[in-house]
């Protein structure tokens, strides 16, 4: 310790640097003030990098028909904002219509990925019965299956089934993801079992052991599964791309292709339809960071 | 009293074998019917003249006799493999920067580092169309450029500026979500090891060398798998800043494009496009070998 304090100049012993506000790092070290200006500085530049593209785009959309938006020096902000681009989205592609899509397509697939991988996530991790091996491997396997080289063969096989060009056609093959099931089993196994047997002791069977104990400790992977299925039903776009060719029935990543190939010289109207598309998620990201950080935790050292 | 266990034990012995299944029937049936079997069909497909419309005979090679003398199918795999040579560096250093920055708990940090993820939680199109609007011959990019007197480069006409544009995007918007990864790893490293290369008078940039790499190289190995094998798989950045037929020319029609632009519609090429997926696969598979391998070798 006290070769430490030889070597760096405490800042604690100079009196003019004590008396700024105490800041200090994650082990309760203070931090040098112009180590933290330059930090600061960093971060705002870092922030302009990554959240400027999105205001830019929210500011285009503001501008009204007679703001010039390719001035340079470009004008950061509207001068007289306005919401005229956004009804004239509305009036162009149902945009709404196409949101509800979204919504229904996002809504189901949280559903079907929490129930289903929730069920087979206990199967894998608590019952004993035989083939449960070569069924862990069937998730694995399916896990590490590149979907951008089967979509031509899951295009085929909606056909056959006559789905395609419908909303459950666009939602089935991702309804159970095989890396939720994984997340489950290794969530189920990480609960104590003598709980579970405790219950089974007294006589509960598997539904009430898998509905009253397990299901209410895993409540956080749930959350993980539900945000990152909701997040991936409501960004997706290969796969509505080639399962969609009617317009009535596109979701809003579709929507907003289309838009975009058919009125490419129309800025305004583009940037509102973007806003549209990625507000939803950028609330719900606000509302939820834990569970999406945790997710990108789990899913990375899992995939 | 004996007897009642005996009966107990057999009532759940007839449950067991069916209520297992039950429970993941649902998931193996989706990931049989819409994974697993569209995955054996693709291999299947791609010995056969199949087209979506009309049921294909075998053919053998032919397909793959074809890819060799296809021009797009050259430029697919040639793009591809840039965008893994291009996209993978970047994405495996940056992040890791970028945690070093946002680790120490400062004020206001948690804000920049939700900030920081927010273009991974936006869909990849509403990011690929905000940057075709920012590289616009009359954007924001190119408005700066001028004001500051380079004047006005054409990112989205020139066939490499779009390709490099494209890799721009894919790492923009990567960056969040690998910047958490490495925060995990971060948080582990011992403070120790810091403070001893600090007292032998290692610099910030010395000590990230010696202590950090090493200490989050396990991490980084496991970034670059993800991020190549995520790069060679590239579709919607180039799809939507190049267009459907892929830039000038095609000249910028990555692997996967060429398989969505080849196999779908009422007169795709199903064998067809199957083989190239085989070739995606076997690339894919190639790459995350070639990463552990590196890693072992390393290693040693």
Request: glycine content about 8%.
């Amino acid at each position: 310790m006290s070769v430490l304090e030889k070597v760096r100049p405490a800042a604690s012993r100079q009196p003019a640097v004590a008396r700024e506000p105490r800041v200090t790092d994650e082990h309760g070290r203070r931090v040098r003030v112009g180590e933290l200006a330059l930090r600061y500085l960093l971060l705002l530049a870092v922030l302009a990098l990554t959240v400027g593209p999105f205001l830019w785009q929210l500011s285009t959309s503001l501008k009204g028909p007679t703001e010039d938006i390719f001035s340079s020096p470009p004008k950061f902000l509207p001068g007289d904002p306005t919401l005229h681009n956004y009804e004239r989205v509305a009036d162009t592609i149902p945009v709404w219509d196409y949101a509800l899509n979204s919504l229904k397509v996002a809504t189901a697939n949280v559903v079907t990925n929490c129930v289903g991988s929730a069920l087979a996530g206990y199967a894998l991790a608590r019952l004993r019965y035989r083939g449960r091996r070569v069924a862990t491997l069937a998730f694995i396997l399916a896990m590490l299956v590149p979907v951008e080289g089967i979509i031509i063969a899951q295009f085929t096989t909606m056909r056959e089934l006559g789905l395609n060009n419908t909303l459950i056609g666009v939602v089935l093959p991702g309804c159970i993801g095989a890396m939720n099931v994984l997340l489950m089993r290794n969530a189920f196994l990480n609960l104590p079992f003598e709980i579970e047997e405790a219950a089974y002791v007294d006589g509960a069977n598997v539904w009430q052991r898998f509905l009253r104990i397990a299901l209410p400790s895993v409540k956080g992977t749930i959350a993980v599964v539900a945000i990152f299925a909701f997040m991936g039903a409501w960004d997706d776009f290969l796969w509505p791309l080639i399962v969609l060719s009617d317009p009535s029935k596109f979701t809003l990543t579709i929507g907003l292709n289309y838009l975009h190939g058919t009125f490419a010289n129309d800025e305004r109207l583009v940037a509102a339809g973007t806003i549209i598309a990625v507000a939803p998620l950028i609330a719900l990201f606000a509302c939820l960071q834990r569970y999406f950080f945790r997710g990108v935790g789990e899913g990375a050292v899992k995939g | 009293m004996a007897s009642s266990a005996v009966a107990r034990a057999l009532r759940v012995r007839r449950q067991l074998p069916t209520s297992p299944w039950l429970f993941a029937a649902p998931g193996l049936l989706i990931t049989g019917a819409f994974i697993l079997y569209p995955f054996v069909s693709t291999l299947a497909n791609a010995f056969t003249d199949r087209r979506t419309l009309i049921p294909g005979r075998f053919v053998g090679l032919a397909n793959f006799h074809e890819l060799l003398n296809d021009d797009m199918f050259w430029i697919g795999l040639r793009n591809s493999t840039l965008y893994v040579v291009g996209v993978v560096p970047a994405l495996v250093v940056l992040p890791l920067l970028l945690a070093l920055l946002v680790q120490k708990n400062i004020p206001g940090i948690t804000f920049f580092r939700s900030a920081f993820y927010t273009p991974v939680v936006a869909s990849i199109v509403v990011v690929g169309l905000i940057w075709v609007w920012l590289l616009d011959e009359r954007g924001l990019v190119n408005s700066l450029l001028e004001t500051i007197g380079v004047g006005r480069v054409g990112f989205l006409s020139d066939q490499w500026l779009l390709l490099l544009s494209a890799m721009t995007v894919t790492v923009w918007k990567g960056l969040g979500y690998y910047m958490i990864i490495y925060l995990a790893a971060l948080a582990n490293v011992p403070r120790e090891l810091h403070e001893a290369a600090a007292v032998d008078g290692a610099g910030a940039i010395r000590r990230f060398l010696t202590v950090t790499v090493p200490a989050v190289r396990s991490t980084m190995v496991l970034v670059g798998a993800l991020s190549s094998v995520a790069a060679f798989k590239v579709f919607s950045e180039v799809y939507l800043m190049a267009g459907p037929s892929g830039g000038p020319a095609g000249e910028d029609t990555t692997l996967v494009m060429l398989v969505q632009r080849t196999g779908t519609g009422l007169t795709g090429r199903v064998g067809y496009a199957s083989a190239i997926s085989v070739v995606v696969f076997v690339v894919t598979v190639a790459l995350m070998l070639l990463v552990l391998r590196a890693d072992r070798r390393d290693e040693s």
